[in-house]
RNA sequence: GCGCCCGUAGCUCAGCCCGGAUAGAGCGUCAGACUCCGGAUCUGAAGGUCCCGCGUUCGAAUCGCGGCGGGCGCACCA
């Protein structure tokens, strides 16, 4: 809480252990003990010394305590429990600390890439995509809050199957079951490109997500009754990848890939838009159709091969293909079948393949760059439709040749220092393949420069899908949840999710103003608020199993409670200068705050500047451990801890100046607190709820 | 089969990394809150074999081993 107090305190346990007992202490730990009455800090190390001293916490801690020589802000000391040294502070010099100007962090050297929300560019973005980008944005946030530098990827498959199979959509949409609706929902689609990159008169950018999702499901039924559409999702992806070669196509071919191009390339906005709601934005669009015509992966794939991590199989069930072996790797043990194909028999190359190339390039071992140019989203004036993720820059994409390209930003991007891949826990295997070939290129060092940020996936509650009409089997609904799938067509989109939000939030708004409707963007803070904080609550290793009501809540342990807190906050201070009186303290009154008699901070009061205090550690918590619950579990007891005072401790209405002037302390530490942790959540804070 | 994850109050989850202070929140239920800074708030109550067993330890929700239940991975898909 106290800037450099932890060095000071760690340093005199150290000093007083070998004093003492002529021993080095075990690491020093500092904990916040559990009531505000206990103290501000906790140190157990008697606990840890009672087994090399062999005598009892709670005498050894006694013993302690007093022989710690410590810094001037902490008051007194003393022994709790069976063996904890508290620490009391100086209550008035430490608020009068806290108030004092905090500064930029120092930067960090080196570069972090996060690459994060990664949705194939053929349907509307759904739930589990926000859980993606919103633990990569708030992640984004952290680190830049702590002083690095980030810079934020959203990789584009342009190239992949998923878009080949709604191409074939469009392209064969007599074929597919229900040939009537396909084909209105394929000529929907077509309007769409038709005005790429603006939206078709009278329709919401949205609609071709929806549309896609639509098709998109209704291919993936066919299939499985229509042997003859595989062929054409096999030739349609052949087209696309050797448009992305640069062969010269023909005919049905090139209609085939150009088709895929700019429908990749117009979902991919529809995407931006929804990411653009809820406050997500990004640096670069890398796009893997320039990672194909660039060949990086020829370039990986000779450093595998010079390295020996690959090799052409001549036999067996992977004959002809190009193979790294990974039976015998430790990660790997126990696999009955531990190979990954890297190139298949018919010469192309897997998306394993193409990552690895990807990853080398990001880790800036590749030797070879994208070019690039700003990405095709202008508005009607000609303004770039998206801004970087800092908003300072436009929003750029990779291109594969100079013609065109912006030779100011080249070089800019990749060659990351760390990277970081938000990707779900399901791709662990997959990711830990690219991960133990970028190893054995060559690069060890850049493998573990490498971080997989996994995470649960977003699944649905059989009342979740239920409640969206989707037929479920029996077998569905004994289950807990059910995993959202693009080809059923059963999942939550997050523009559905949103409005439903913003919905709620106005009728909430109403219903407390008698029936006046909220001015422009405020429901839709208090909806942005909600969902960014429903994502972002739960450990990243645990399954979210949707719930409507529960994403729906702005009562309890929700974006709103933070969002009322931090109004709450400011209206006080609005209230005091509208009655004439002093609201915000400037840097004299803050330095004067140290004077103060220590009486009139009461634990009430300090439970919530302790609280805050905790900020720091907190945000270097969540980087530490990429567990970004953390912080909106930290938020919500700032929150908690505030609207408790809020009723204990009037602040208009003190009983004198002295009082008032302790309290207005107070609620500025609280108030600068919510604001800096809910930005870094990216929970937007309305001028009224 | 092998690997990873989850199992804590009626429900949804913290706490487990790093063993220690009466196991904490929210929702739901019940009972309350000033003519005074906004009731999206607050106060209180009821509610717990921390999945089971064994072990380690002065001490286990937390560490180890063995089970049980659930989920997810283990492609020439991504």
Same mark, same amino acid.
């Given at each position: 809480?106290?800037?450099?107090?932890?060095?000071?305190?760690?340093?005199?346990?150290?000093?007083?252990?070998?004093? !003492?007992? /002529?021993?080095?202490?075990?690491?020093?730990?500092?904990?916040?003990?559990?009531?505000?009455?206990?103290?501000?800090?906790?140190?157990?190390?008697?606990?840890?010394?009672?087994?090399?001293?062999?005598?009892?916490?709670?005498?050894?801690?006694? %013993?302690?305590?007093?022989?710690?020589?410590?810094?001037?802000?902490?008051?007194?000391?003393?022994? *709790?429990? /069976?063996?904890?040294?508290?620490?009391?502070?100086?209550?008035?010099?430490?608020?009068?600390?806290?108030?004092?100007?905090?500064?930029?962090?120092?930067?960090? $050297?080196?570069?972090?890439?996060?690459?994060?929300?990664?949705?194939? $560019?053929?349907?509307?973005?759904?739930?589990?995509?926000?859980?993606?980008?919103?633990?990569?944005?708030?992640?984004?946030?952290?680190?830049?809050?702590?002083?690095?530098?980030?810079?934020?990827?959203?990789?584009?498959?342009?190239?992949?199957?998923?878009?080949?199979?709604?191409?074939?959509?469009?392209?064969?949409?007599?074929? !597919?079951?229900?040939?009537?609706?396909?084909?209105?929902?394929?000529?929907?689609?077509?309007?769409?490109?038709?005005?790429?990159?603006?939206?078709?008169?009278?329709?919401?950018?949205?609609?071709?997500?929806?549309?896609?999702?639509?098709?998109?499901?209704?291919?993936?039924?066919?299939?499985?009754?229509?042997?003859?559409?595989?062929?054409?999702?096999? %030739?349609?992806?052949?087209?696309?990848? +050797?448009?992305?070669?640069?062969?010269?196509?023909?005919?049905?071919?090139? *209609?085939?890939?150009?088709?895929?191009?700019?429908?990749?390339?117009?979902?991919?906005?529809?995407?931006?838009?929804?990411?653009?709601?809820?406050?997500?934005?990004?640096?670069? !669009?890398?796009?893997?159709? =320039?990672?194909?015509?660039?060949?990086?992966?020829? &370039?990986?794939?000779?450093?595998?091969?010079?390295?020996?991590?690959?090799?052409?199989?001549?036999?067996?069930?992977?004959? +002809?293909?190009?193979?790294?072996?990974?039976?015998?790797?430790?990660?790997? %043990?126990?696999?009955?079948?531990?190979?990954?194909?890297?190139?298949?028999?018919?010469?192309?190359?897997?998306?394993?393949?193409?990552?690895?190339?990807?990853?080398?390039?990001?880790?800036?071992?590749?030797?070879?760059?994208?070019?690039?140019?700003?990405?095709?989203?202008?508005?009607?004036?000609?303004?770039? *439709?998206?801004?970087?993720?800092?908003?300072?820059?436009? !929003?750029?994409?990779? &291109?594969?040749?100079?013609?065109?390209?912006?030779?100011?930003?080249?070089?800019?991007?990749?060659?990351?220092?760390?990277?970081?891949?938000?990707?779900?826990?399901?791709?662990?295997? @997959?990711?830990?393949?690219?991960?133990?070939?970028?190893?054995?290129?060559?690069?060890?060092?850049?493998?573990?420069?490498?971080?997989?940020?996994?995470?649960?996936?977003?699944?649905?509650?059989?009342?979740?899908?239920?409640?969206?009409?989707?037929?479920?089997?029996?077998?569905?609904?004994?289950?807990?949840?059910?995993?959202?799938?693009?080809?059923?067509?059963?999942?939550?989109?997050?523009?559905?999710?949103?409005?439903?939000?913003?919905?709620?939030?106005?009728?909430?708004?109403?219903?407390?103003?008698?029936? %006046? @409707?909220?001015?422009?963007?405020?429901?839709?803070?208090?909806?942005?608020?909600?969902? &960014?904080?429903?994502?972002?609550?739960?450990?990243?290793?645990?399954?979210?199993?949707?719930?409507?009501?529960?994403?729906?809540?702005?009562?309890?342990?929700?974006?709103?409670?933070?969002?009322?807190?931090?109004?709450?906050?400011?209206?006080?201070?609005?209230?005091?200068?509208?009655? /004439?009186?002093?609201?915000?303290?400037?840097?004299?009154?803050?330095?004067?705050?140290?004077?103060?008699?220590?009486?009139?901070?009461?634990?009430?009061?300090?439970?919530?500047?302790?609280?805050?205090?905790?900020?720091?550690?907190?945000?270097?918590?969540?980087?530490?451990?990429?567990?970004?619950?953390?912080?909106?579990?930290?938020?919500?007891?700032?929150?908690?801890?505030?609207?408790?005072?809020?009723?204990?401790?009037?602040?208009?209405?003190?009983? =004198?100046?002295?009082?008032?002037?302790?309290?207005?302390?107070?609620?500025?530490?609280?108030?600068?607190?919510?604001?800096?942790?809910? +930005?870094?959540?990216?929970?937007?804070?309305?001028?009224?709820?």
């Amino acid at each position: 809480m106290i800037p450099g107090l932890k060095k000071d305190v760690e340093a005199a346990v150290q000093e007083a252990c070998q004093r !003492l007992w /002529g021993v080095p202490p075990p690491r020093v730990v500092l904990e916040t003990p559990p009531k505000v009455e206990l103290g501000d800090l906790a140190l157990p190390v008697a606990f840890e010394l009672a087994k090399v001293l062999k005598r009892p916490p709670r005498k050894i801690a006694e %013993e302690l305590a007093p022989a710690l020589v410590l810094p001037a802000v902490v008051a007194r000391r003393t022994v *709790e429990g /069976g063996g904890y040294v508290n620490l009391f502070l100086d209550r008035p010099r430490a608020l009068a600390r806290m108030l004092g100007p905090s500064g930029p962090p120092p930067a960090v $050297p080196g570069k972090t890439v996060v690459e994060h929300t990664n949705i194939n $560019p053929n349907k509307a973005a759904h739930i589990g995509h926000l859980r993606n980008a919103v633990l990569g944005d708030v992640l984004v946030h952290v680190f830049r809050r702590l002083g690095r530098k980030v810079e934020v990827q959203n990789y584009l498959d342009d190239t992949g199957v998923q878009v080949a199979d709604v191409v074939v959509g469009i392209l064969r949409a007599e074929e !597919l079951i229900d040939p009537h609706r396909a084909s209105a929902l394929a000529a929907e689609i077509r309007t769409y490109l038709d005005s790429f990159p603006h939206d078709p008169p009278g329709a919401e950018t949205r609609g071709l997500g929806d549309a896609c999702w639509d098709l998109y499901a209704l291919v993936g039924r066919s299939y499985a009754q229509d042997q003859g559409l595989e062929d054409a999702r096999r %030739e349609t992806l052949r087209a696309v990848e +050797g448009a992305a070669l640069g062969e010269t196509l023909h005919g049905a071919e090139a *209609e085939a890939a150009a088709l895929a191009g700019k429908l990749a390339e117009a979902v991919v906005r529809c995407h931006l838009k929804t990411m653009e709601r809820i406050g997500v934005g990004y640096d670069l !669009l890398p796009r893997e159709s =320039d990672i194909l015509a660039l060949h990086f992966w020829s &370039r990986a794939f000779e450093r595998l091969k010079a390295a020996g991590a690959t090799h052409l199989e001549t036999h067996g069930k992977n004959a +002809g293909c190009w193979v790294m072996r990974l039976e015998g790797a430790k990660e790997f %043990e126990g696999m009955e079948d531990a190979d990954k194909v890297l190139v298949r028999s018919n010469g192309t190359v897997t998306y394993t393949g193409k990552d690895v190339a990807y990853q080398l390039w990001k880790l800036g071992v590749l030797g070879i760059d994208f070019e690039y140019e700003p990405a095709p989203y202008v508005t009607p004036f000609g303004d770039p *439709e998206f801004v970087s993720s800092e908003g300072d820059a436009p !929003l750029y994409r990779t &291109r594969k040749d100079p013609t065109g390209a912006d030779p100011a930003v080249r070089g800019r991007f990749g060659g990351g220092t760390t990277v970081i891949n938000v990707i779900d826990v399901r791709q662990s295997y @997959p990711q830990k393949v690219v991960k133990e070939a970028v190893r054995r290129a060559g690069y060890p060092e850049a493998a573990d420069r490498s971080v997989h940020f996994a995470y649960e996936m977003v699944a649905l509650t059989p009342a979740a899908a239920d409640a969206m009409g989707v037929p479920l089997t029996d077998e569905d609904r004994a289950r807990p949840f059910v995993e959202m799938s693009g080809r059923r067509g059963l999942g939550v989109k997050a523009d559905d999710l949103l409005d439903r939000l913003v919905e709620k939030a106005r009728e909430q708004v109403m219903a407390r103003s008698g029936g %006046e @409707p909220p001015e422009p963007g405020r429901a839709e803070a208090i909806a942005v608020g909600a969902l &960014r904080a429903y994502m972002t609550r739960f450990s990243r290793n645990k399954v979210i199993a949707f719930d409507f009501d529960e994403a729906l809540a702005f009562e309890g342990d929700t974006g709103p409670y933070l969002q009322y807190a931090s109004v709450r906050a400011a209206n006080i201070f609005r209230k005091l200068e509208a009655q /004439g009186l002093t609201g915000r303290l400037d840097e004299a009154e803050a330095a004067s705050v140290a004077d103060l008699d220590p009486a009139l901070l009461d634990d009430g009061l300090w439970d919530v500047v302790r609280t805050c205090g905790r900020t720091q550690e907190t945000l270097e918590k969540v980087a530490e451990t990429l567990e970004v619950s953390l912080l909106v579990r930290h938020a919500l007891a700032v929150g908690a801890a505030f609207h408790h005072l809020y009723h204990t401790h009037p602040i208009l209405q003190a009983e =004198d100046e002295a009082t008032r002037r302790a309290r207005r302390a107070a609620l500025q530490v609280v108030a600068a607190t919510l604001e800096e942790v809910l +930005g870094v959540l990216g929970v937007p804070v309305p001028d009224r709820m």
